[in-house]
Nanobody, 127 residues
Framework: QVQLVESGGGLVQAGGSLRLSCVGSGRTFSSYAMGWFRQAPGKEREFVAA????????NYVDSVRGRATISRDNAKNTVYLQMNSLKVEDTAVYYC????????????????????WGQGTQVTVSS
């Protein structure tokens, strides 16, 4: 069982930056592929970014590519999402997600592929 806790959300002006953090419990956290998703009011939860257990594989949704960086520190059981040049349309609740890959260096972009989810952190970008 893995528990995930997100933090770092808040209110920011368009053009600003935020760094979201997701801390996971459990000694096998380092073997998990991680993802960030977001859900805006009235919309489906959508993929934002993913990272493999080693950090060697990453992927981003086109709308954040070049503005977002996903990273992880396995020694701290933490995955990060750095978001720059934020836009009003980035406003959403951001969730981190995890699934074990038994150290296969794979990543996942579909929410149904993830097993564990955090409670989310609100990001609001004002114009």
């Amino acid at each position: 069982q893995v528990q995930l806790v997100e933090s770092g959300g808040g209110l920011v002006q368009a053009g600003g930056s935020l760094r979201l953090s997701c801390v996971g419990s459990g000694r096998t956290f380092s073997s998990y592929a991680m993802g960030w998703f977001r859900q805006a009011p009235g919309k489906e939860r959508e993929f934002v970014a993913a990272i493999s257990w080693s950090g060697g594989n990453k992927n981003y949704v086109d709308s954040v590519r070049g503005r977002a960086t996903i990273s992880r520190d396995n020694a701290k059981n933490t995955v990060y999402l750095q978001m720059n040049s934020l836009k009003v349309e980035d406003t959403a609740v951001y969730y981190c997600a995890a699934r074990s890959t038994y150290y296969a260096d794979t990543i996942f972009a579909l929410k149904d592929e993830y097993v564990y989810w955090g409670q989310g952190t609100q990001v609001t970008v004002s114009s």
